[in-house]
């Protein structure tokens, strides 16, 4: 009989494109679903579509809650699945029709002619994903699936995320679930498939990475890392830079060898901080944005040194090291004068290309 998969789906303030979503998970080739809605205390009518898309599907269970942030509700889901492994949908992305059926096929393939062994550890299922704008029109691969299904081992995982060669993303994942269950998302943080993953490398032997493409990601303005304009600061900028700190205090210790790649890491994400924080909140009385120059003052040397650092990321990093505001107005001039001969709105990809 094939395994039960609990496919969990927050839903907040997605009225408009949550029915498309769904459907591409009910048409899955893989029938044996659980799909769990989350309704994360939405002030639109998503609560009533997903009780409606309920009544089209018997496999689809609708949970209502306060609003508590795509950790919480992602927690939520994992607290109620009865499912033996569980993937995550954004509510208006889109999977393709055997996304599931391959991760499955994937994984009985890797086990296949591999005896079991009571001691090993779990691994994750990781399928291709593609990126589309608002228009349908598709943009970079943030991360190139492998020409053929391997192994990636947990350490080596880890340090293409702080390397930005690896999908951090749980939505590309099939996790075992009694993995997830053990190891709860943070709550109230963005980055928090980042974090996750830091805290259970220990506990899994990698990632399985298929060759195909089955996860279908849409960049939508306004969403929680994409903002309408560009005079709006995303939390995200703070939380993976707390994300870094984390990595160097608590992975680095156990894993040495991600030392460099974890001190880039810390290095980049300030970066984009300090290239997206409001030139007006740049003062002594942010203590966040002080915390901020501190650490790009003590770590001079590995701007200087760090050999996964361009010539672009060391340029900027040692300008606004010394002279923050100033290169952040000039920035903002020339950033604004880009924006304004666009279609008026910050692309998809323009931050990662101001930092790279």
Known sequence: MESLISVIIPVYNAEAFLPATVRT????????????????????????????????DPRIVVLHKENGGAGSARNCGIRASHGEYIGFVD???????????????GLSRWQEGRAADAG??????????????????????????????????????????????GDSSFCTKLCPASLLRDNLFEEGTL??????????????????CLP??????????????????????????IDIVRQADLVEKAIVPVHPSLAQAAVRFGLFERLDYMLHVPVRDM??????????????????????????LTGKNRLYLL????????????HWTLRGKAILQSEGGESETEAREDRS
């Open 91 to 105: 509510s208006d992305d889109a999977v393709r029709p055997d996304m599931y059926a391959a991760m499955m096929e």
């Open 120 to 165: 090993s550890l779990p691994l994750l299922v990781q399928t291709g994903r593609i990126e589309v704008n608002e228009r349908g029109e598709r943009l970079p691969d943030a991360v190139t699936p492998p020409a053929q299904m391997e192994l990636v081992g947990a350490e080596a995982f880890a340090g293409s995320l702080l390397l930005y060669t």
């Open 319 to 330: 300008l606004l090291t010394y002279a923050p505001v100033l290169t952040r107005k000039v």
């Open 25 to 56: 998970v009910t048409a899955q080739t893989y029938r044996n679903l659980e799909i769990i809605l989350v309704d994360d205390g939405s002030s639109d009518g998503s609560l009533s579509v997903c009780r409606a898309l309920a009544r089209e």
């Open 212 to 237: 195909s493409v089955g996860y279908e990601v849409l960049h939508r303005r306004g969403s929680a890392t994409r903002r309408r304009n560009p005079s709006q600061f995303s939390k995200a900028y």
């Open 191 to 208: 980055g928090e498939d980042f974090g996750l993953y830091m805290r259970i490398m220990d506990r899994i032997s990698g990632v399985l």
């Open 283 to 308: 003062t002594e009385e942010n203590a966040f944005y002080q915390s901020v120059c501190g650490y790009l003052r003590a770590h001079v040397r590995d701007t200087l040194k760090n050999p996964f």
